[in-house]
């Protein structure tokens, strides 16, 4: 599996309806499997007297430690509907749209009319079509996050290699100063390499 990603760039949402019943599809970014069980969940509470809440998702999970690998977990639930004609349509969507790390809820509240398996499958896909292309689809590298924390008189040289890395850093001055880094993950070894040349190894990397 590759180390970039095609995954949803914002939450959204997307509505239409079908023969009196309304589809609504929630797009949302999910870097775990717990985000987005959490995100259906969500959905789910406020859309409690919705006639069903349809959820899928495709969320990486490492094989083993970090840099080790990834799996890809994948889920659907057609929640109520006749098998077959709600989550494996919604689904394959993102499958399609090989988009991972994302997660997608179609919320349907009853018309009073039966669209049939086929009829509720292509309403199911065109809801969660729509709220993608809502969401945006944006490429995504895998980030790592470590901190550094070290003595007040290594904190500058710290700095300056975080700066001059494509890294992002928050710093906190206590007793030391620990910086919290989020970096792309293949370039992760090397820096906290640049760190501990530079302070001489003096730097705590965790």
Not at 98 to 114: L, P, Q, S, W
Not at 131 to 137: K, N, S
Request: net charge negative; aromatic share 8%.
């Amino acid at each position: 599996m590759s180390e970039a990603y095609h995954t949803i760039a914002e939450r959204n949402k997307a509505a239409f309806e079908v023969q009196g019943s309304e589809f609504v599809g929630y797009a949302a970014p999910a870097a775990t499997v717990e985000e987005a069980e959490a995100f259906v969940a969500a959905v789910e509470e406020r859309n409690a007297d919705a006639t069903h809440n349809v959820p899928c998702y495709r969320v990486r999970v490492e094989s083993g430690g970090p840099g080790t690998g990834y799996m890809l977990r994948e889920y659907q639930s057609d929640d109520g509907e006749p098998t077959g004609s709600a989550g494996k349509p919604a689904l394959n969507v993102l499958q399609q749209r090989d988009v991972e790390n994302a997660v997608v809820v179609v919320t349907r509240y009853y018309g009073g009319t039966n669209l049939g398996v086929g009829g509720l499958a292509r309403a199911y896909s065109r809801a969660v079509k729509d709220a993608v292309d809502a969401a945006g689809v944006i490429e995504q590298v895998p980030q790592e996050r470590f901190t550094v924390t070290v003595e007040y008189d290594d904190s500058g040289t710290v700095r300056g290699i975080l700066e001059s890395a494509d890294c992002e850093f928050d710093a906190e001055y206590g007793e030391d100063v620990a910086f919290d880094v989020t970096v792309a993950r293949e370039d992760a070894d090397a820096l906290r390499e640049r760190i501990a040349d530079a302070t001489s190894g003096r730097a705590a990397v965790e």
